[in-house]
């Protein structure tokens, strides 16, 4: 069984920075592409960054040159530094891997979300 658990999230003033963390543990062979999505209320969850095994990075528009995504391989984790935040930034966000956990199976899997909230 495969479990993502994410950390970091808060209230942050405009401007300010916030880094999450997205924790993959159980039965896993290997970690593809891991990535951060985020859901504001009313808004479809969208892609915020993604991040190949290899260290491949891709950045949604709204947020490149501010956020960074990266990846800890040994410790089966990813992150995102979230730096100059905007209240329009405010959402859940989700982590989302994709994982092997055998060598024949593979499959998406979501963390339980960690709010971020950008507010004076």
């Known amino acids: 069984q495969v479990q993502l658990v994410e950390s970091g999230g808060g209230l942050v003033q405009p401007g300010g920075s916030l880094k999450l963390a997205c924790a993959a543990s159980?039965?896993?062979?290997?970690?593809?592409?891991m990535g951060w999505y985020r859901q504001a209320p009313g808004k479809q969850r969208e892609l915020v960054a993604a991040?190949?095994?290899?260290?491949?990075?891709n950045y949604a528009d709204p947020v490149k040159g501010r956020f960074t995504i990266s990846r800890d391989n040994a410790k089966n984790t990813v992150y995102l530094q979230m730096n100059m935040l905007k209240p329009e930034d405010t959402a859940v966000y989700y982590c989302?891997?994709?994982?092997?956990?055998?060598?024949?199976?593979?499959?998406?899997?979501w963390g339980q979300g960690t709010q971020v909230t950008v507010s004076s």
């Open positions: 989302k891997a994709g994982i092997y956990p055998t060598i024949t199976y593979y499959n998406d899997y």
């Open positions: 991040i190949t095994r290899g260290g491949s990075t």
């Open positions: 159980g039965t896993i062979f290997s970690i593809e592409v």
